[in-house]
């Protein structure tokens, strides 16, 4: 059973920072890449980064390029979301997945599982 447990989610002001993370269990972590979306009420999921399956490649959203960095830890099957400078607007929930490939993607079709979400709200 594939499980992701997501964390480090909260309430933050303005120009502060967050890291989340992302533990998973029951898949091979290293073999695949990961991926965090993001998805407010009403909206559809959106893109916000993603690293390959050995932590060599990344990509993000250009709402979050220069502020957000993810990473990875092989050896705790842990993926993160360091977010600095945070914005009003990046209030919302937060969610890992785990790819269906090794490497990177923006579309959360090539992802075949998925966390909990974790909620952060940035204060004006």
């Known amino acids: 059973q594939v499980q992701l447990v997501e964390s480090g989610g909260g309430l933050v002001q303005a120009g502060g920072s967050l890291r989340l993370s992302c533990a998973v269990s029951g898949r091979t972590f290293s073999a695949y890449a990961m991926g965090w979306f993001r998805q407010a009420p009403g909206k559809e999921r959106e893109f916000v980064a993603t690293i390959s399956r050995s932590g060599g490649g990344t990509y993000y959203a250009d709402s979050v390029k220069g502020r957000f960095t993810i990473s990875r830890d092989n050896t705790k099957n842990t993926v993160y979301l360091l977010m600095n400078s945070l914005k009003p607007e990046d209030t919302t929930i937060y969610y890992c997945?785990?790819?269906?490939?090794?490497?990177?993607?923006?579309?959360?079709?090539?992802?075949?599982?998925w966390g909990q979400g974790t909620q952060v709200t940035v204060s004006s």
């Open positions: 997945a785990v790819g269906s490939r090794s490497y990177t993607s923006r579309t959360s079709y090539d992802y075949d599982d």
